[in-house]
Nanobody, 119 residues
């Protein structure tokens, strides 16, 4: 069974930076694409970023493009999300997820980590 555990969330002022990490255990990590999602209060969960299993391809939501960077270390079973120039609207619970069935269906999720950006 795959387990994903996020860390690195917290409170930061607008314009600041945070780095989120997701540790994967239980199954081969390098075989799947990984993604980051977020859910703000009263809103639906939304896509943030994705990285292919080979670290070649990345994609981002328009709202974070140019500010966030997703990366992975298959040797350490980790996927990170570097968040710069944070805005109050980035406040949300951030989740990492894996697409073990291929494609864009994410079937394993972490418990989430809270990111709060103050103005």
């Amino acid at each position: 069974q795959l387990q994903l555990v996020e860390s690195g969330g917290g409170l930061v002022q607008a314009g600041g930076s945070l780095r989120l990490s997701c540790a994967a255990t239980g199954r081969t990590f390098s075989s799947w694409a990984m993604g980051w999602f977020r859910q703000a209060p009263g809103k639906e969960r939304e896509f943030v970023a994705r990285i292919s299993r080979g670290r070649i391809a990345t994609s981002y939501a328009d709202s974070v493009k140019g500010r966030f960077t997703i990366s992975r270390d298959n040797g350490k079973n980790m996927v990170d999300l570097q968040m710069n120039s944070l805005k109050p609207e980035d406040t949300a619970i951030y989740y990492c997820a894996s697409a073990t069935r291929g494609g864009y269906e994410y079937d394993y999720w972490g418990q989430g980590t809270q990111v709060t950006v103050s103005s």
